[in-house]
């Protein structure tokens, strides 16, 4: 059994006196959580919020890293840095990363390997976008990505992946739950075609996009669908919890 995993994605938002205040709010709520919980915040509040989740079933997340392990990459963090903070989680190749930074295939990869050798937890982004998905090429899109993000990881029960159809982030248009279900098993079951032996029944995929309070319990409801990546429902104490209680 894969343990259901829902994770916000503050994305640029909440200062670090904001994020303590969100925390505050978010601890009581999710106290019955059967889920791992995590939030993924801006680096720089970092130790606020490792100060504020104490106590709680709230985990440590970062929205990039790094692959190089120090040296002269001005603005960039490195996932020893992560690690030595206590941080167990980060994003790696999140669809605006890719669009607006630059990110490719191949730093994807990098990053991964990288944030998983310093003991990181990597939730590593796949999806299409609109007129990917609109020419039919999504599962093309997909395969493409499976092969190029994934290359050189050992056991992928230490991974964690997030489809995320761009079309569906922060649009309030979500994939139903059954395209969201569909497309997640025709990830899983390339990724156990190419990635044959290394574990990858036991790699968590989680469905990101527009998932918020109302649709989260008809998708965690899906047999594929193993979690959720939460951007704007994340910021909401409220809506937050109701996600990561969707099972109660
Ligand atoms: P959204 O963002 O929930 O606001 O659509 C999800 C994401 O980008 O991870």
């Given at each position: 059994?894969?343990?259901?995993?829902?994770?916000g994605?503050?994305?640029?938002n909440?200062?670090?006196r904001?994020?303590?205040?969100?925390?505050?709010?978010?601890?009581p709520?999710?106290?019955?959580?059967?889920?791992?919980?995590?939030?993924?915040?801006?680096?720089?509040d970092?130790?606020?919020v490792?100060?504020?989740i104490?106590?709680?079933?709230?985990?440590?997340?970062?929205?990039?890293?790094?692959?190089?392990?120090?040296?002269a990459y001005?603005?960039?963090i490195?996932?020893?840095?992560?690690?030595?903070?206590g941080?167990?989680?980060?994003i790696?190749?999140?669809?605006?990363?890719?669009?607006y930074f630059g990110?490719?295939?191949?730093?994807?990869?990098?990053?991964?390997?990288?944030?998983?050798?310093?003991?990181?937890i990597?939730?590593?982004?796949i999806?299409?976008?609109l007129?990917?998905?609109e020419?039919g090429?999504t599962e093309e899109?997909l395969?493409?990505?499976i092969?190029?993000?994934?290359?050189g990881?050992?056991?992928?029960?230490k991974?964690?992946v997030?489809y995320?159809?761009?079309?569906?982030i922060?649009?309030?248009?979500?994939?139903?739950?059954?395209?969201?279900?569909?497309?997640?098993?025709?990830?899983r079951?390339?990724?156990?075609k190419i990635?044959?032996?290394k574990n990858?029944?036991?790699?968590?995929?989680?469905y990101?996009?527009?998932?918020?309070?109302?649709?989260?319990?008809?998708?965690?409801?899906?047999?594929?669908?193993d979690?959720?990546?939460?951007?704007?429902?994340?910021?909401?104490?409220?809506d937050?919890?109701a996600?990561?209680n969707?099972?109660?």
């Amino acid at each position: 059994m894969r343990k259901p995993i829902i994770a916000g994605n503050w994305k640029m938002n909440n200062t670090a006196r904001e994020a303590e205040a969100l925390i505050a709010a978010v601890k009581p709520l999710v106290k019955q959580a059967k889920c791992d919980v995590v939030v993924c915040v801006p680096a720089i509040d970092i130790p606020a919020v490792k100060k504020a989740i104490r106590g709680s079933k709230i985990r440590l997340g970062a929205q990039n890293v790094h692959f190089a392990e120090k040296g002269a990459y001005t603005g960039e963090i490195s996932a020893p840095m992560l690690k030595e903070y206590g941080v167990q989680y980060v994003i790696v190749g999140h669809s605006e990363r890719r669009q607006y930074f630059g990110e490719t295939d191949e730093t994807v990869n990098k990053r991964t390997l990288a944030a998983l050798n310093a003991g990181l937890i990597p939730i590593v982004c796949i999806g299409e976008s609109l007129e990917e998905r609109e020419s039919g090429r999504t599962e093309e899109v997909l395969a493409r990505q499976i092969e190029k993000d994934f290359v050189g990881i050992e056991d992928f029960s230490k991974i964690v992946v997030a489809y995320e159809p761009i079309w569906a982030i922060g649009t309030g248009k979500t994939a139903t739950a059954a395209q969201a279900n569909e497309t997640i098993g025709f990830i899983r079951k390339k990724m156990k075609k190419i990635y044959a032996g290394k574990n990858v029944g036991r790699m968590r995929i989680q469905y990101g996009g527009s998932m918020n309070a109302k649709n989260a319990k008809e998708l965690m409801a899906m047999p594929e669908i193993d979690g959720g990546l939460i951007g704007g429902a994340s910021l909401k104490a409220p809506d937050f919890a109701a996600i990561v209680n969707f099972d109660q």
